[in-house]
C-alpha cells in the first residue's frame, strides 16, 4: 500500500505539470494551426496530436500502473511502452480510415511527426522534473528519446504502408509491428532508466538505428531509381 500510494501522489504530480506545460505549448501550436493551410497546418496538427498522446499516455499508463499495484521501474518497463505505441498508432489510424490518403508517403510523414511531437512533450516534461543542470546528459537523452520515437514510428508506418495492401495482413502485421516498436520501446526504457554508462549505450542505440534506417533508405531509393 504505500508503494501504491507514493506512485499514485507522484504520478499526480507529474501529471499537473504536464498539463500545464501542454496548455502552454498547444496555445501557440493552435494559433499556427487556425492561420496556416495545406501541409505545413497538416504538419502541426499531428505534432499537436503527437503531444496530446503523450498527455494521454500518462493518464492512461498511472491508471493501469496502480490498478496493477506496479512500481516505478515495473510501469516504466512493461506499461509505458505498450500504452504510448497504441496511443501514437491511434491518430494516424484516424486519419487514414477516415481520410484514405493517395500517397503512401504522407502516411509515413504523419507518423513522424507524430512522434516528434510526443517526443517534444516528454523532453520537457523530463526537463522540468530533472532540472537542466547537467546539458550533456540534456542533449544525449534528448537526441537517443526522439530518435527512438521516431524509429518505432518507422516500424509501425512500414507495416501501414505494405501490408495493408494484403486485408489479411492489416490486423496481424499491424498488431504485429505495434509489438515490436513496444519491445523496442521497452529495452530503450530499462536502458536508460540505469546508471551510465549504461544509460549512455540506451541513448545511443536509437541513434545507431536511426542512422542505419536512413542509411538503408537512401539505398533503397537509389536502387529503386
Same mark, same amino acid.
Given at each position: 500500500?504505500?508503494?501504491?500510494?507514493?506512485? #499514485?501522489?507522484?504520478?499526480?504530480?507529474?501529471? #499537473?505539470?504536464?498539463?500545464?506545460? =501542454?496548455?502552454?505549448?498547444?496555445?501557440p501550436l493552435i494559433m499556427a494551426i487556425i492561420a496556416l493551410r495545406g501541409r505545413r497546418r497538416r504538419a502541426l496538427i499531428f505534432m499537436l496530436a503527437g503531444m496530446t498522446t503523450c498527455l494521454l499516455s500518462?493518464? %492512461?499508463?498511472?491508471?493501469? !500502473?496502480i490498478v496493477t499495484e506496479a512500481d516505478r521501474n515495473q510501469a516504466t518497463w512493461e506499461i509505458t511502452p505498450m500504452i504510448e505505441e497504441v496511443m501514437k498508432f491511434l491518430p494516424i489510424l484516424f486519419y487514414?480510415?477516415?481520410?484514405?490518403?493517395?500517397?503512401?508517403?504522407?502516411?509515413?510523414?504523419?507518423?513522424?511527426?507524430?512522434?516528434?511531437?510526443?517526443?517534444?512533450?516528454? #523532453?520537457?516534461?523530463?526537463?522540468?522534473?530533472?532540472?537542466?543542470?547537467?546539458?550533456?546528459?540534456?542533449? %544525449? *537523452?534528448?537526441?537517443?528519446?526522439?530518435?527512438?520515437?521516431?524509429?518505432?514510428?518507422?516500424?509501425?508506418?512500414?507495416?501501414?504502408?505494405?501490408?495493408?495492401?494484403?486485408?489479411?495482413?492489416?490486423? !496481424?502485421?499491424?498488431?504485429?509491428?505495434?509489438?515490436?516498436?513496444?519491445?523496442?520501446?521497452?529495452? =530503450? #526504457?530499462?536502458?536508460?532508466?540505469?546508471?551510465?554508462?549504461?544509460?549512455?549505450?540506451?541513448?545511443?542505440?536509437?541513434?545507431?538505428?536511426?542512422?542505419?534506417?536512413?542509411?538503408?533508405?537512401? *539505398?533503397?531509393?537509389?536502387?529503386?531509381?
Amino acid at each position: 500500500m504505500p508503494e501504491k500510494q507514493a506512485l #499514485n501522489d507522484e504520478g499526480q504530480k507529474y501529471m #499537473n505539470y504536464i498539463e500545464n506545460i =501542454y496548455i502552454c505549448i498547444a496555445a501557440p501550436l493552435i494559433m499556427a494551426i487556425i492561420a496556416l493551410r495545406g501541409r505545413r497546418r497538416r504538419a502541426l496538427i499531428f505534432m499537436l496530436a503527437g503531444m496530446t498522446t503523450c498527455l494521454l499516455s500518462s493518464y %492512461i499508463s498511472t491508471f493501469f !500502473a496502480i490498478v496493477t499495484e506496479a512500481d516505478r521501474n515495473q510501469a516504466t518497463w512493461e506499461i509505458t511502452p505498450m500504452i504510448e505505441e497504441v496511443m501514437k498508432f491511434l491518430p494516424i489510424l484516424f486519419y487514414t480510415l477516415i481520410f484514405e490518403p493517395s500517397r503512401k508517403e504522407e502516411i509515413a510523414e504523419n507518423v513522424i511527426l507524430v512522434a516528434i511531437g510526443f517526443a517534444t512533450l516528454e #523532453n520537457i516534461c523530463y526537463l522540468t522534473a530533472n532540472g537542466a543542470s547537467e546539458i550533456l546528459l540534456l542533449i %544525449i *537523452r534528448g537526441f537517443g528519446t526522439g530518435a527512438m520515437h521516431v524509429v518505432c514510428g518507422i516500424l509501425v508506418s512500414a507495416g501501414m504502408v505494405y501490408l495493408w495492401e494484403e486485408f489479411w495482413l492489416k490486423f !496481424a502485421g499491424t498488431v504485429g509491428l505495434i509489438s515490436l516498436a513496444s519491445t523496442y520501446h521497452a529495452i =530503450y #526504457n530499462l536502458l536508460a532508466s540505469q546508471d551510465r554508462p549504461i544509460a549512455w549505450i540506451g541513448y545511443a542505440i536509437p541513434l545507431l538505428t536511426a542512422l542505419l534506417v536512413m542509411t538503408l533508405r537512401g *539505398r533503397w531509393k537509389r536502387t529503386k531509381n
